[in-house]
């Protein structure tokens, strides 16, 4: 029940991109088409969840043995632009197909605040090692979420007619400010 | 702050360590090649090749699985330097243009049915789009937003208009239509297209023996684009400065304006730009798709010839003309006179077309100096026989024979092989086509004091055209109508007399024809010391009876040669025919259409061995287009070009006709009622005019 509460809170109620407005840049990037927005969908889950149990242990190991808590944010954009970056070099090289489908993606989440954000969180919380693992890869599938149900609206809009100051981006943030207040409605949940 | 120190260090070279190690065991030996190409791509990441960005581009180009010339957005330099990393071949490619052929069709009423709605998609979905017309531009230019290169344009009737120097063929507009109404067309695609009745076509174009599309090349007058419209021409008719001049144009005869007013002065048009091309001096340049390695003989350097091997060497093919004659042009040379069309204009416009890289034999004669066997031994692939219709039909009557009796085209032919023919000061000239009419105007130019054109019907049934009757009576040519020749009276060996019988016409037969018959006991003598007969044509095809390697070749009772009527292939199935050996005498615009529908089943029998039929392919005119009224129109008076004043004209053979000015072209562009794209039901238009009204002012 615990771990199910903190899935719909992540996923839902604390929507990483539409209630903690972490991770705009790829929501309003790479949002124009289904396909690449499942695409990076995948990509953030996969890279959320990793970079949160290697920082887990940085903090855990390293971090906090030596009193030094305070580097967290410096030393977690460290540890997760390095791991990105051999991730990427790993898959190209052993995992082909998998490359093909989210390799273009990962350089993209490098330094994504989004990733850095639940990796924080994460510590801030004083999650145990499993609830971490939940926590971040459920934040990553409610951003997965958000950014197919807003690419879906963006197909959508790409066909309608908009007065002209709105077209674009203004109208993408728009949406994305409705979406947000549509989430804000699952608050009660907790 | 010494161990903060120490662990960030730490970190930085751990990560680096790994990393480092990283890219030495998992090292993927990228393709030089990607980089290579990549470096040659212009690196826009414009997506219009349809890969993410130049990168993905370069690996799809080294992988095979994109050709070179992917990029759109670089243009042929770069097509070039990505081929040659790639070590393939740079050949010219034919450049694919977007277009649409829609002209409009019920697109202008249902426009306002789409009320608020600004796209052509989200029209498409929320109605389908139910159109009368089969093609139906929705009119919100959905492309025009949609083309990355701004080649596109929506122009005043609300249809796109397509930029050619902009548009880089990428496609994105045909993928955005939702009607499916814009293509990526090549010029290929457009010469080897014909009519359809499932087409929107203006009568005058669906009259137009060679199909030009007449509505487009005035518009493009009318906005003073004459490079784009003599262009428009040449898709059809690679002869514009001599249709321009000769042509008797049929499509003036269904003008819809001719209706309520006088006809458009097409033709005028048609010869105001090709004028204003010669005038500047340098033929345009027309695209020639890639050498296509197939070989074709051309017979006979007439329209027809000229026109099947224009077609030909622009769809890539090569060609070779075998002329009989000293020079090119067949009838046009040596049966239009001088003062109709000057030879130097004719020069010119056959150099435009040999120019293109077409070889030229002259001199040689099928049947005595070359034979097919030859031409296939030489390798040619096909070959077209347009040999013309250069016999003429004799009168058959005692007399025929004398010194002073000329048939016309000899007579005609004379003038352009370096002498003046030698003849009395009365000359009487025996038939009522072309040929009768421009045979009198030239005797009169050559000194005949008296000339009589003898026709057995009235002149109602004259085949020559009105304009040339009126000219010749004008210069003072006696018509005599309703008389037939019986017999020819010599003096001394040479013509002296000219016994004529008066005809009546009978009584409509069922078939609705009035005959001629003689009146009995009606003779009478009148005094002539020169006859000149063209009372008719035929092929001279005494090569084919005589010659036993083409005895394949059918004949028919009227001496034309045989051949199918939809695919103008005859019975040896390299071989086609068109033009006046296998219709028999037509006009010059006849020939030149039958030249690019043979080049069209040439094109098709070299390459697929099959030649498809044409779907529907329109050959009469389309009933519901010949609306008989049209409301709210104001008459205008058709221009008159400028002509030679009559004393003037019949001591010499100069141009009687000159040509129209830019105002007075811009005039009678003016007039033309773009059938097909506009609706002439004056209602409809108010109420449209008063929604566009109220939607601009919401």
């Avoid at chain 2, 159109?131 to 290169?149: A, I, M, Q």
């Avoid at chain 2, 009995?520 to 000149?532: C, F, Y």
């Avoid at chain 2, 005589?546 to 103008?568: C, M, P, Q, V, Y």
């Avoid at chain 2, 529907?616 to 070009?641: A, C, M, N």
Wanted: one cysteine or more; a negative charge.
């Amino acid at each position: 029940m615990e771990y199910l509460l903190l899935v719909i809170s992540a996923v839902l109620v604390n929507n990483i991109l539409l209630a903690q407005y972490l991770g705009n840049c790829p929501f309003l990037g790479v949002s124009k088409q289904m396909s690449t927005a499942l695409g990076m969908g995948t990509a953030v889950i996969f890279t959320m969840t990793l970079a949160s149990i290697i920082t887990w242990g940085v903090h855990k190991w390293i971090l906090m043995p030596l009193e030094i808590e305070y580097l967290q944010t410096l030393s977690f954009i460290l540890v997760i632009a390095s791991l990105v970056q051999f991730v990427e070099i790993f898959m190209k090289k052993s995992m082909d197909t998998l490359y093909q489908a989210l390799g273009i993606f990962l350089p993209l989440i490098t330094t994504n605040c989004a990733v850095l954000g639940v990796a924080l969180l994460c510590i801030k919380n004083e999650y145990s090692f499993l609830k971490m693992v939940v926590f971040s890869f459920a934040s990553g599938l409610g951003f997965a979420l958000a950014l197919v149900v807003f690419a879906g609206l963006r197909e959508r809009y790409v066909i309608s007619n908009i007065p002209k100051p709105l077209q674009g981006t203004a109208i993408g943030l728009i949406t994305a400010g409705f979406m947000s207040l549509a989430f804000f409605g699952f608050m009660g949940l907790t | 702050m010494v161990t903060a120190l120490i662990v960030m260090g730490g970190l930085g070279c751990v990560s680096a360590l790994l990393l480092g190690i990283a890219s030495k065991v998992f090292y993927v030996k990228e393709n030089p090649i990607i980089l290579e190409v990549e470096e040659a791509l212009p690196g826009a990441n414009c997506g219009g090749c349809g890969f993410a960005g130049c990168h993905a581009a370069a690996v799809a180009i080294a992988t095979g699985k994109a050709p070179p010339n992917i990029c759109v957005g670089g243009g042929p330099d770069i097509s070039e330097n990505v081929a040659n990393i790639m070590g393939m071949k740079v050949v010219a490619k034919e450049p694919e243009l977007a277009s649409t052929e829609c002209c409009g069709g019920a697109r202008a009423v249902e426009k306002f049915n789409y009320d608020g709605i600004q796209d052509c998609r989200a029209a498409n979905m929320l109605f389908g789009g139910t159109k009368l017309c089969e093609h139906g531009c929705l009119g919100f230019g959905t492309c025009v937003n949609s083309c990355p290169f701004g080649a596109i344009e929506m122009g005043p009737d609300r249809l796109p208009v397509f930029d050619p120097n902009l548009c880089r063929g990428c496609g994105a507009c045909v993928r955005v239509c939702p009607k499916g109404i814009i293509s990526l067309i090549s010029s290929t695609t457009k010469i080897l297209h014909f009519n359809q009745y499932s087409e929107c076509l203006a009568p005058c174009q669906q009259k137009c023996p060679a199909q030009i599309d007449i509505p487009t090349y005035i518009d493009q007058i009318r906005e003073g684009k004459y490079k784009e419209a003599i262009l428009t021409i040449k898709e059809r008719n690679p002869l514009p400065l001599t249709c321009g001049r000769v042509c008797p144009h049929p499509c003036e005869d269904v003008c819809r304006r001719g209706v309520e007013d006088e006809p458009v002065g097409i033709n005028y048009l048609k010869r105001f730009v090709a004028d204003w091309e010669m005038n500047q001096g340098q033929h345009l340049e027309v695209s020639i798709a890639a050498p296509s390695g197939y070989k074709v003989a051309v017979i006979g350097g007439g329209p027809a010839g000229l026109s099947c091997a224009y077609f030909l060497r622009r769809l890539g093919h090569k060609v070779t003309i075998y002329e009989q004659m000293p020079q090119l042009g067949g009838m046009l040379r040596y049966g239009i006179p001088e003062y109709r069309l000057p030879k130097r204009i004719l020069d010119w416009e056959i150099e435009g077309i040999v120019g293109l890289g077409i070889e030229v034999r002259t001199g040689v004669k099928f049947g005595e100096d070359f034979d097919l066997e030859f031409l296939r031994a030489a390798g040619f692939d096909a070959v077209f026989m347009g040999i013309g219709a250069w016999d003429s039909r004799r009168m058959g009557i005692d007399g025929e024979d004398l010194e002073g009796v000329w048939d016309g085209t000899d007579f005609l032919s004379k003038f352009h092989l370096g002498e003046t023919p030698v003849i009395g000061k009365k000359v009487v000239i025996v038939g009522g086509g072309n040929t009768a009419i421009d045979a009198a105007r030239s005797a009169l130019r050559i000194g005949a004091s008296h000339v009589t054109l003898m026709y057995r019907r009235s002149r109602e049934e004259m085949p020559a055209n009105d304009m040339e009757i009126t000219a010749a009576e004008e210069e003072g040519i006696e018509l005599m109508f309703l008389a037939a020749p019986v017999r020819i009276h010599p003096k001394n060996g040479k013509v002296a007399k000219i016994e004529y019988i008066k005809m009546r016409l009978t009584d409509p037969d069922p078939s609705g024809r009035r005959r001629p018959e003689p009146i009995p006991n009606s003779e009478t003598l009148m005094d002539a010391d020169t006859i000149i007969a063209a009372i008719g044509q035929f092929p001279k095809i005494d090569f084919i009876r005589e010659n036993k390697n083409i005895a394949a070749l059918k004949i028919t009772k009227w001496s034309t040669i045989d051949g199918a009527e939809e695919t103008l292939q005859t019975d040896i199935p390299y071989v086609f025919t068109g033009g006046d050996c296998f219709t028999g005498p037509a006009l010059a615009v006849d020939a030149i259409g039958a030249g690019r529908y043979a080049a069209r089943s040439i094109h098709y029998y070299m390459l697929e061995g099959e030649i498809p039929l044409i779907e529907e392919r329109q050959t009469s005119l389309i009933k519901e287009t010949l609306f008989d009224h049209v409301e709210g129109l104001e008459h205008v008076p058709r221009v008159h070009p400028p002509e030679l004043k009559v004393d003037t004209r019949i001591r010499n053979f100069d141009e009687v006709e000159h040509t129209l000015s830019p105002s007075d072209a811009q005039r009678e562009a003016d007039r033309c009622l773009r059938c097909g794209l506009i609706c002439y039901n004056r209602d409809i238009i108010e109420a449209m005019e008063r929604e566009l009204a109220e939607s601009t002012t919401q």
